[in-house]
């Protein structure tokens, strides 16, 4: 193992950001196993110090690969297509409108049907958003257009996370 490695290279899988979610969970697994601090008990303290970095390193890399948004927006980033969503919130005027269609039927929504309803339109969304990803990252390697479905994607997982609190709200 490289502590320089990306992660796709530390988990042994292609560049691409199609991934078998089981794959990646037993890679994990094995890596995890193999840099377990316990695997150096023998060896003293600093193997274990090694050990436990590696592990943290190892979760970091995880945490990034398992999460399709997160696994976009790495695989971006990997090619110079820097997110910005701290300072770059541009985005598609139809996109804007469909959130502030999706803002007042939240703010209105007094019901489980009615979540449930705005819930399943985000998923979609979701969906089709991902799946763009995917053409624009596998197919296309346009990563510069993947940054603004990576974007989209990060205001639709915030909405579903407000959908949520709404459910909580309503005490559902």
């Known amino acids: 193992m490289n502590l320089q490695s990306d ?35 023998a060896q003293g303290a ?12 190892i979760n970091e890399a995880y945490r990034r690969l398992k999460d399709p948004l997160l696994r976009a927006a790495y695989l971006c ?34 019901a489980v049907q009615a979540l449930d309803a705005l819930d399943a339109a985000v998923q979609q969304a979701r969906s089709a958003a991902l799946a763009e990803c995917e053409r624009l990252l596998d197919q296309q390697q346009d990563h510069a257009a993947a940054v ?6 990060m205001f639709i997982a915030r909405f579903a ?12």
């Open 148 to 153: 603004r479905q990576v974007r989209a994607l």
């Open 77 to 110: 980033e990997l090619h110079g297509a820097a997110i910005r969503s701290e300072d770059n919130t541009a985005m598609p005027a139809a996109f804007l409108m469909q959130q502030l269609q999706w803002r007042e039927a939240l703010e209105e929504a007094s």
């Open 7 to 41: 992660d796709f290279e530390l988990f042994g899988l292609p560049h691409r950001f199609q991934q078998e979610r089981s794959a990646i969970d037993a890679r994990w697994k094995e890596l995890q196993r193999q840099a377990h601090p316990d695997q150096f008990a």
């Open 46 to 57: 600093a193997a274990r110090r090694v050990a436990m970095q590696w592990s943290v390193r």
């Open 161 to 172: 996370d407000d959908i949520g609190r709404r459910r909580e709200q309503l005490g559902q």
